[in-house]
């Protein structure tokens, strides 16, 4: 029964904290997005806390979406080269791992950031399903606060967050020249 009232009290604590924020997604380009957040408080911050992956499936589906961005090149690339006919029903399909952050960093109050990583590859249709690796791809999230423009360096109330897409790297599985 503790541990459900200080679960619950956790829950709530937590939830008044972000509970005067807004948060604003526009996309800037086929491989990037930016997040406007506003919040109540505007007397200090820390960026680092901004830097939650909330938007990080919003902006893998946003690549994947856009015909220009690398990622939708390559899913494209990898669906063609294992299913020469789709319409024959026995193709496998495209999968990608989920995200996990792979490096964290902050500057002080007013910036951090992280880059999360995943893996695509092709999972075969039929019996045994096996998933084939091919890529790794790195996605960055950063966080400025901004600050007012009287040059005193004070919170403004409002946390920049940029996304983009950082890499996409072929993975060899086998060293070809020690086969």
Same mark, same amino acid.
């Given at each position: 029964m503790k541990g459900l009232i200080l679960g %619950? +009290?956790? %829950?709530t604590l937590s939830v008044n904290v972000f509970a005067g924020e807004t948060r604003v997604y526009k996309k800037t380009g086929a491989t990037t997005a930016t997040v406007t957040i506003k919040t109540e408080e505007t007397d200090s911050t820390q960026a680092a806390v901004y830097?939650?992956?909330? &938007?990080? *499936?919003r902006f893998i589906q946003q690549i994947l *979406? #856009?015909?220009k961005s690398p990622l939708a090149i +390559?899913? *494209?690339k990898i669906e063609t080269e294992n299913c020469e006919d789709p319409t024959e029903g026995y193709c496998g399909s495209i999968t990608m791992t989920d995200a996990v952050g792979? /490096?964290?960093g902050r500057g002080g109050w007013m910036s951090a950031g992280a880059t999360y990583s995943f893996f695509?590859?092709?999972? &075969?249709a039929g019996t045994g399903h096996f998933f084939a690796v091919s890529h790794i791809v790195t996605i960055s999230e950063s966080a400025e606060a901004q600050t007012k423009t009287d040059g005193d360096m004070e919170y403004s109330g409002v946390v920049l967050k940029t %996304? /983009? %897409? #950082? /890499?996409?790297k072929e993975v060899k599985l086998f060293d070809e020249e020690n086969k």
């Open positions: %619950l +009290l956790a %829950l830097v939650d992956a909330q &938007e990080n *499936k *979406k #856009d015909p +390559l899913v *494209k792979t /490096s964290f695509v590859g092709y999972t &075969e %996304l /983009s %897409l #950082d /890499s996409i």
